[in-house]
């Protein structure tokens, strides 16, 4: 891994998802043909990292749909920062893009920002639909678990 200029692009997370994921391939076969060893700082850096963005949407993001959905938010005027934001957060409704634009009032109307909501939830795959089932599974299951130690205990 080479840096070129510190200060030339912002990169996406799923841009450091795919290059911590190709040197973690090339040190492994580094690793294996000539047991050379990274300096465990390195290690951990990198294993934490792919541990975080394991966890984010960027591991279902393909560079084709973060470039069509780059050219499709091109007519918004939006700030690098902010399509970055976007590609990384995936918002889905105007209220998370409120976060994301500034002064978003005064740039956006209720329509643009849906049809920018609309325009991230088509262009880019979601995968926390199921998350977000389980976590409403969840929450009811503690529910019906804190009224079972109130009839337990006699409260």
Do not use: W
């Not at 690793?31 to 792919?50: D, H, I, Q, W």
């Not at 902010?82 to 409704?93: A, D, V």
């Amino acid at each position: 891994m080479e840096v070129l200029d510190r200060q030339q692009a912002l990169l996406s997370n799923y841009e450091v998802y795919v290059v911590l994921q190709e040197e973690d391939h090339h040190h492994k076969e580094i690793k294996e043909k000539r047991k050379l060893r990274y300096p465990e700082n390195v290690t951990t850096l990198k294993f934490e990292a792919l541990q975080y963005l394991n966890d984010t949407p960027c591991t279902t993001q393909t560079a084709e749909q973060i470039s069509e959905l780059k050219k499709t938010l091109a007519e918004y005027e939006l700030t690098k920062a902010e399509i970055l934001q976007i590609i990384n957060l995936r918002p889905k409704t105007p209220v998370e893009l409120h976060f994301i634009i500034e002064e978003c009032d005064e740039r956006f109307g209720m329509e643009d920002l849906e049809q920018l909501a609309e325009i991230v939830v088509n262009s880019l795959p979601r995968d926390d639909g199921v998350e977000e089932e389980e976590g409403d599974e969840g929450q009811d299951g503690d529910e019906q678990e804190a009224d079972g130690d109130a009839v337990m205990n006699g409260d």
